[in-house]
């Protein structure tokens, strides 16, 4: 009895790790305080995630936000184990750039790098270690 029981907290806990993923609010601050970025994200299925950004920058004279409330900025799919690759579209000139995000699960971080520029001007960190 006691076996089935462990088993039972074993198969739990291993189900409940797994279903870890990166929906939610995600943030980050330059050290000097300058520029901050936050990520939402919502998990559309298994691989796939969508979501929006805004990005304040030179103490909030900068700022590339999606205004637009039925429409996401971000748009993602795993490409391995806690990797996602996709796109971002800046709102200073509607153009997209290309990004990753790796998960760390133990620590709970989400790395964000722009692998790619959005064409024109755009206010987004090249790279990012966000925190919910």
């Keep these: 009895m006691k076996v089935n029981i462990c088993l039972i907290?074993?198969?739990?806990?291993?189900?409940?790790m797994n279903a870890q993923d990166i929906e939610g609010v995600w943030q980050w601050s330059s050290p000097d305080g300058t520029q901050n970025f936050?990520?939402?994200l919502e998990r559309i299925n298994d691989k796939e995630y969508r979501g929006n950004?805004?990005?304040i920058f030179d103490n909030g004279d900068r700022i590339d936000c999606n205004s637009e409330q039925d429409?996401?900025?971000i748009v993602m799919v795993k490409i391995a184990e806690d990797?996602?690759?996709?796109?971002i579209e800046s709102s200073?000139?509607?153009?997209?750039?290309k990004i990753r995000m790796q998960?760390?699960?133990?620590?709970?971080?989400?790395h964000f790098n722009l692998t790619e520029n959005p064409v024109g001007?755009?206010?987004?960190?090249?790279?990012?270690i966000l925190t919910r």
Aim: proline content about 2%; overall charge negative.
């Design 9 to 16: 907290l074993v198969f739990l806990g291993i189900h409940f």
């Design 38 to 40: 936050e990520v939402e």
């Design 92 to 97: 200073y000139e509607q153009s997209q750039g």
């Design 121 to 128: 001007i755009f206010y987004l960190p090249e790279e990012a």
């Design 71 to 73: 429409t996401f900025s």
């Design 83 to 87: 990797n996602y690759a996709g796109t």
């Design 103 to 110: 998960y760390y699960v133990e620590e709970d971080l989400l």
């Design 53 to 55: 950004h805004c990005a």
